[in-house]
């Protein structure tokens, strides 16, 4: 390298995108003396439902919460199972875990294509199977339409696990019977720790509402404004509720958020250029077309690689990496339930490595990872 690896800046994996216009709403928060759920959360639901162009949506404490009260509005419990990707993060799974029922892992489409495989999770439907969790891998839409057509010849329930696409207007929530979303810190928007769900069918969005306050039929907000005197308990709910001050964040963070994921489709189609000039043997999955948030960059090492000596060279160099996802699968708490072969997965996973990817990166930036990446793997 032509600098000392400690005189060059840090590239970071991922960044929350935070200044002044975050400090103020929050100040204004606090000024309010109104910190809990209130008139901005529901403004938050509303300007983020007319992003997605949906009736309404309902903000909650995180994606988890979110996926968790998707089943539960649902029906989905003890004796069911549902269909999940293991090429996720494990809180996909574990929500089935919490509503009562199992899942069943399912292998993705190919090694160099990470979504969940339709003619797979055909091959594992029981007389148990009730619902379908998809996962929009990276920020790359799935097909929803057609998983739509498999739930509804199925007689299933079709969940979006769509922590990775908030913003992808006209792709989720509007085929699934639920969609959930994150805005944790590492995502395209964040809230600090945050989710919103989508419910199309309005019964069952207001009990998704009222689950995540207890089962509680009135608000505090309502009791307090003098809009509601006390309240009944209607379902067995939970304290997933977001606060003012995240609700604030996310009208700061979702004015922007069009504009953020311009750039980081800008940034991956820099990333795809260089690669296929200078690195042609890394493969990038999805085709450059493909609708996407651009939330992670990951790619294909080649075989044989050495991906830990690569990510320490790269960590040397002042540049994060990481690799997304460990299967959920091989964990030892699913283990637990017997041991499964998901080949593709698996090969997927030995193989995929996670380069930088934020808006504030430049393209210099880019280039400077697909460079020591080079030498990273010659060295390897």
Known sequence: MSAPARA????????????????????????SGWLTMGERVRRFEREFAALHGVEDAVAVGSATAALLLSLEAHDIGPGDEVLVPSMSFVATASV???????????DVEAPDRPHL?????????????????????????MDV???????????LVLIEDAAHVAGLTGHTGVASHAAAFSFFTNKNMTTAEGGMVIVPDAGRRERVRRMRSHG????????????????????????????????????????????????????????????????PEVAVPFAADHPTTAHILPVLLPPGTDRRAVMAFLREARIQSSMHYPPIHEFEVYRRAGTITLPDTEAFAAAQLTLPLHPLLAPADVDRVVH?????LTRS
């Open 96 to 106: 089935v875990r919490h509503a009562g029922a199992t899942p069943v892992f399912v």
């Open 216 to 279: 509680m039929t009135t608000s505090t907000l309502d009791r307090d404004r003098g809009r509601a005197v006390g309240y009944d308990v209607v379902d067995v709910g939970h304290n997933f509720r977001m606060d003012e001050l995240r609700g604030a964040l996310g009208l700061v963070q979702l004015a922007r958020l069009p504009g953020w994921n311009d750039a980081r489709r800008a940034l991956t189609a820099r990333y795809r250029e260089v690669l296929a000039r200078e690195l």
């Open 8 to 31: 060059l800046p840090l590239i970071e994996l991922g960044t929350p995108v935070l200044g002044e216009p975050e400090k103020a709403a929050l100040a204004e928060v606090i000024d």
């Open 372 to 376: 020591t990446l080079a030498e990273a």
């Open 117 to 141: 495989s339709l003619a797979d999770a055909r091959a594992r439907l029981t007389g148990r199977t009730r619902a379908v969790i998809v996962m929009h891998y990276g920020g790359y839409a």
């Open 145 to 155: 339409p057609a998983w739509r057509a498999f739930a509804d010849g199925n007689g």
